[in-house]
């Protein structure tokens, strides 16, 4: 087992995916940082009525909210990225035709699979050190110029970072799931990148309107993904409604077993697919 992790490892960094990836995700998290710090700490909005001048967000969110929200503007991107790494750990199996090899290296395609999940999970903690970086760098330098406290909290920083990691850990097992699903790898990018990022988002907030279906949108995975980092905990309704969040989130832990729910899911789907196929 330990030789086919290795094997997995070594197909995953030596190509330019292995240092371009961890790169996008650290300059990706800085930018999408960026502009969350710019908009909750210099941009003004109207109070709730409307009236008035406004002030910066900041003003009405407790330092460590605001830190949190802060240091996780880049979540979407970081997971999409993640969920991109997941279908690439398969689908360039596919499209190179180099399943078939290793499969005659190791027959006992569960073995196979495992160590993918195995490194997979390892190239994904590397990627998610490198988004953190960009996002505590960034953050950081945002809220100093700013003259807000850069670690108002941090033990529950440090918490809800660690569970970042774990979030970006999921859905890349979620694309490897669907990198079986769909062997081929250009439609199984278009599907991932399209449903993360445009379809399930969107779907979410009209089903968030009818009021009867409002508590299924909080179980997609991209809102599961908000709640399981608690990120508008201590936010007043409004407020959430302005950075277009749902006001009635999960629990972060029930939010994180859901997202569980769903790698699980998607990583048995591609364990049966695999034993079963023919890659001939």
Not at 165 to 193: E, H, K, R, S, Y
Not at 204 to 218: E, N, P, T
Request: aromatic content about 8%; overall charge neutral.
């Amino acid at each position: 087992m330990t030789g086919l992790i290795r094997s997995e490892l070594r197909k995953a960094f030596t190509t330019r995916t292995g240092w371009g990836m961890p790169l996008a995700q650290f300059l990706l998290a800085a930018v999408f940082v960026g502009i969350t710090a710019t908009f909750m700490l210099f941009v003004s909005v109207p109070g709730p009525t409307g009236e008035g001048g406004g002030a910066p967000l900041a003003d009405s969110l407790d330092p460590a909210v605001l830190a949190r929200t802060i240091y996780t503007g880049g979540l979407q991107v970081g997971y999409l990225l993640s969920l991109v790494l997941g279908i690439l750990s398969m689908g360039t199996e596919y499209r190179h035709k180099t399943l078939t090899a290793t499969f005659l290296a190791s027959p006992r395609r569960g073995r196979v699979i495992t160590s993918k999940v195995v490194a997979l999970t390892l190239v994904v903690v590397i990627n998610g050190l490198a988004h953190l970086a960009g996002a505590l760098i960034t953050g950081g330098a945002m809220l100093m110029a700013a003259d807000r406290a850069v670690f108002p909290d941090a033990g529950d920083l440090i918490g809800v970072l660690a569970r970042l990691l774990l979030v970006l850990v999921l859905w890349g097992l979620m694309g490897l799931g669907l990198g079986v699903l769909i062997p081929n790898q250009v439609a199984a990018l278009f599907v991932g990148v399209a449903f993360a990022f445009l379809i399930e988002p969107l779907l979410g907030v009209f089903i968030g309107m009818v009021d009867s279906l409002a508590d299924v949108a909080r179980f997609f995975p991209s809102q599961a993904s908000s709640a399981a980092l608690s990120l508008f905990q201590g936010m007043d309704a409004t407020t959430i409604e302005q950075a277009g969040g749902n006001p009635d989130q999960l629990s972060w832990w029930v939010a994180a077993l859901v997202l569980l729910g769903y790698a699980a899911v998607m990583t048995l789907i591609g364990w049966v697919l695999t034993q079963r196929r023919d890659v001939g």
